[in-house]
């Protein structure tokens, strides 16, 4: 049975807004709530950027029935050995509510540090080094490490008794083979079912057979379809296009500028836009059958509260009691 989750967007809502709506979204039924993590938004029409760390200890005390997942890029603007003190106060706080997701990150984020912007072969790298430094320091281990990263005789003193998942980010079936090999399990973004297998094949075959995995799941509901359409495409157009361009581009001016001839209509391809209840659990469903163990849905328009009310009343009954 599919664990169901509300995505907390810091790019498009205040922390306090989002507080708001894991509330609400667990006295709707979701159990997970997947908290992004960015200095920047996507576009000026976002417009936020709060704080994913701190709002997470707030989020998780006012809500004691979801875990926690947060996207995290640990290695330029996060020190790993950062990451490993968060996540470990987190999962101390909290047993057996927090997973830690990482990837190589986008520089609209992580080149605020002025550092070089790997490419992505070097990203990777630096992805694993920065995992096995976080593991050995929950192991209680002293780590000396010099690489793409380094570390000075760290010994991480406060830890919890269960230890979080690190779950692997992946969008192209390459990425994905390379996770099956570490990672404890798989985070991926919806798009067609053809193209989605790819991925999840790819992960079982690099050693991810049988691990977690979680899709985020991109959509747009509202009250009727016209709607759902132009909430999308304001919120969500500048991210649509493949990756080796959104994890270039710098500054949300430049996202705005590379979706400025974007038509709503582009956006059936990458959103599942949709005022039907029905057609979208049609859409969840399938997503189960392809193995994934936790759907968190994120609704990309602005109307989260109906969204929340709807989807909880309509949707996650009809996926977790099928």
């Given at each position: 049975?599919?664990?169901?989750?509300?995505?907390?967007?810091?790019?498009?809502?205040?922390?306090?807004?989002?507080?708001?709506?894991?509330?609400?979204?667990?006295?709707?039924?979701?159990?997970?709530?997947?908290?992004?993590?960015?200095?920047?938004?996507?576009?000026?029409?976002?417009?936020?950027?709060?704080?994913?760390?701190?709002?997470?200890?707030?989020?998780?005390?006012?809500?004691?029935?979801?875990?926690?997942?947060?996207?995290?890029?640990?290695?330029?603007?996060?020190?790993?050995?950062?990451?490993?003190?968060?996540?470990?106060?987190?999962?101390?706080?909290?047993?057996?509510?927090?997973?830690?997701?990482?990837?190589?990150?986008q520089a609209l984020n992580e080149h605020i540090t002025g550092d070089k912007w790997p490419t992505?072969?070097?990203?990777?790298?630096?992805?694993?080094?920065?995992?096995?430094?976080?593991?050995?320091?929950?192991?209680?281990?002293?780590?000396?490490?010099?690489?793409?990263?380094?570390?000075?005789?760290?010994?991480?003193?406060?830890?919890?008794?269960?230890?979080?998942?690190?779950?692997?980010?992946?969008?192209?079936?390459?990425?994905?083979?390379?996770?099956?090999?570490?990672?404890?399990?798989?985070?991926?973004?919806?798009?067609?079912?053809?193209?989605?297998?790819?991925?999840?094949?790819?992960?079982?075959?690099?050693?991810?057979?049988?691990?977690?995995?979680?899709?985020?799941?991109?959509?747009?509901?509202?009250?009727?379809?016209?709607?759902?359409?132009?909430?999308?495409?304001?919120?969500?157009?500048?991210?649509?296009?493949?990756?080796?361009?959104?994890?270039?581009?710098?500054?949300?001016?430049?996202?705005?500028?590379?979706?400025?001839?974007?038509?709503?209509?582009?956006?059936?391809?990458?959103?599942?836009?949709?005022?039907?209840?029905?057609?979208?659990?049609?859409?969840?469903?399938?997503?189960?059958?392809?193995?994934?163990?936790?759907?968190?849905?994120?609704?990309?328009?602005?109307?989260?509260?109906?969204?929340?009310?709807?989807?909880?009343?309509?949707?996650?009954?009809?996926?977790?009691?099928?």
């Amino acid at each position: 049975m599919a664990q169901i989750g509300y995505h907390a967007s810091h790019e498009q809502f205040k922390p306090s807004e989002l507080l708001k709506y894991v509330q609400m979204a667990e006295q709707a039924g979701f159990t997970l709530a997947l908290s992004s993590d960015h200095f920047h938004p996507w576009s000026e029409a976002q417009g936020q950027s709060g704080f994913a760390w701190s709002w997470l200890g707030a989020a998780m005390q006012a809500t004691p029935r979801l875990s926690y997942r947060v996207v995290c890029a640990p290695g330029q603007r996060y020190h790993p050995a950062i990451i490993a003190q968060a996540a470990a106060t987190l999962a101390e706080m909290f047993p057996n509510r927090f997973w830690l997701t990482v990837g190589s990150g986008q520089a609209l984020n992580e080149h605020i540090t002025g550092d070089k912007w790997p490419t992505k072969s070097d990203r990777n790298t630096r992805l694993k080094e920065c995992v096995d430094i976080i593991r050995a320091l929950w192991a209680g281990e002293t780590v000396t490490h010099r690489g793409l990263v380094c570390v000075e005789d760290a010994k991480l003193y406060t830890r919890p008794e269960i230890l979080p998942l690190i779950i692997g980010a992946a969008v192209t079936p390459e990425t994905a083979e390379w996770l099956g090999s570490w990672a404890d399990g798989l985070i991926t973004t919806s798009r067609p079912p053809e193209k989605l297998k790819k991925v999840v094949d790819a992960f079982r075959r690099g050693g991810g057979e049988g691990k977690p995995m979680i899709l985020k799941v991109q959509l747009s509901y509202d009250s009727n379809a016209e709607k759902a359409l132009q909430g999308a495409h304001d919120q969500w157009r500048s991210n649509i296009f493949k990756s080796k361009m959104l994890t270039e581009l710098i500054t949300p001016d430049q996202f705005d500028a590379a979706g400025e001839f974007v038509q709503p209509e582009e956006l059936y391809q990458h959103v599942r836009i949709s005022a039907d209840q029905e057609q979208h659990i049609e859409w969840l469903q399938k997503d189960i059958e392809l193995g994934f163990d936790q759907l968190i849905l994120h609704n990309v328009n602005r109307e989260q509260e109906q969204f929340i009310e709807v989807f909880g009343e309509k949707v996650v009954p009809g996926l977790t009691t099928s």
